[in-house]
Nanobody, 120 residues
Framework: QVQLAESGGGLVQAGGSLRLSCAAS????????MGWYRQAPGKQRELVATITSDGTTDYADSVRGRFTMSRQNAKNTVYLQMNSLKPEDTAVFYC??????????????WGQGTQVTVSS
């Protein structure tokens, strides 16, 4: 029904920046909320940031002030601008979305993940 396509991951030195993108496509009526999560090696998946349909954002304490999430509703796309990256940010970043489909009902979808590696 709905697919989330993530991109923008890569290798960057500490202090550098990356911008992640997540584009939702498929049988979408509207998207209520989208989020970014990350999972570091040997760690559990954790919330990074969320954004609602009205643009309200929320961030994990560990990234607040460094990461910025934004949304382009017309394109069903969200971005995560990551600045001042630290080695501890290294993780697979996953996009998710709470989507109301064209066929009715709301469902949570996950992207496949994109690797972010921050070197010392």
């Amino acid at each position: 029904q709905v697919q989330l396509a993530e991109s923008g991951g890569g290798l960057v030195q500490a202090g550098g920046s990356l911008r992640l993108s997540c584009a939702a496509s498929g049988s979408i009526d509207n998207i209520h909320r989208m989020g970014w999560y990350r999972q570091a090696p040997g760690k559990q998946r954790e919330l990074v940031a969320t954004i609602t349909s009205d643009g309200t954002t929320d961030y994990a304490d560990s990234v607040r002030g460094r990461f910025t999430m934004s949304r382009q509703n017309a394109k069903n796309t969200v971005y995560l601008q990551m600045n001042s990256l630290k080695p501890e940010d290294t993780a697979v970043f996953y996009c998710n979305a709470m989507v109301e489909t064209r066929y009715g009902g709301s469902f949570l979808y996950w992207g496949q993940g994109t690797q972010v590696t921050v070197s010392s």
